[in-house]
C-alpha cells in the first residue's frame, strides 16, 4: 500500500494540483455536453 502512496504524492498529485481548474473546466464541459445529449436524444 506505500508504493500506491508514494506514486499519488510524487506523481499524481503535482500534477493534479497544477491543472486543478483546467481539469474542472474540463469536467463541467463534459457534464454539459452529455446533458445536452441526454436531452438531444429523448
Known amino acids: 500500500m506505500q508504493g500506491n502512496s508514494y506514486v499519488y504524492e510524487t506523481f ?3 500534477y493534479v494540483a497544477k ?3 483546467d481539469i474542472d473546466r474540463n469536467l463541467q464541459q463534459l457534464r454539459t ?3 445536452d445529449l ?3 436524444y429523448q
Open 38 to 40: 441526454v436531452f438531444y
Open 33 to 35: 455536453r452529455a446533458w
Open 19 to 21: 491543472h486543478k481548474s
Open 12 to 14: 499524481l498529485w503535482p
